[in-house]
């Protein structure tokens, strides 16, 4: 069961460092959170790994944000991979973690033995992970909660580039970020974010693709004002 008032931490848009202590489970009753990057349960408590700002999104989860490149897989998190090796009963992918990820063959909507997908190498996939620890390498899966492909699967053409864990985060915010709000009334585009720190752009024309592109690879350190004048001032290039 769920309380209909879960706790908030007090930490919540706080810097926090390892260590900090931001939840006290014994205060809390029938409710449950759930972890992401930068956060371990010890015993009764709910304690920082790494640092960086906390962050909370509905119904109650909980990571930290920073500007790392390197990413640490969580369970439910999005992610864009890149298949470097195919085995009979897994694709083996790059997202950007300390291992590669399995995903099995049959962990698509109506997969079974005869329709495998025939993915190359270097193919880029969107996909959730599903089973994540320190011991065993992440598994994936081209599926919703419910078993429909939904979103996922293999993206093709766009362009595809890096950021950081923290600006992924930000992309992915509710409600929409700023930048992409901007962005959005005025051009049509694809986009895919990955929490592991990738991006996939696409767009009718080579242009907007470019202009979406560099629009969030400058956004980092920007506030949302400053987000909503820089896409302006590039669509104003455009025009």
Partial sequence: MESKKPLRSAFVDDYVVPGDVILDLADMTNQTIKLGAGLRQDCDTIQ???AGRLRLS???????????KRYIPSVED?????VVDTK???FLVDIKGPSLAFLPVLSF???????IPKFEIGTLIYARVVKANRIMNPELSCMDAIGKAAE?????????FETSTGLARMLLSSP????????????????AVGLNGRVWVNAPSPSNVILVSEAIKQS???NRMQQRSMVEKLLAKLA
């Fill in 152 to 160: 996922f699967g293999q993206l093709k053409n766009g362009y595809t």
């Fill in 48 to 50: 920082v790994t790494s």
């Fill in 58 to 68: 509905k119904p109650n989860k909980y990571w930290v944000e920073n500007s790392q």
């Fill in 78 to 82: 999005t992610v864009l991979g890149i």
């Fill in 88 to 90: 009979p009963d897994n």
């Fill in 109 to 115: 909507e109506g997969g079974t033995r005869r329709n």
């Fill in 220 to 222: 980092e350190s920007f």
């Fill in 176 to 191: 929409t970020c700023p930048l992409l709000e901007a962005l959005g009334k005025k051009l049509s585009f694809e986009i």
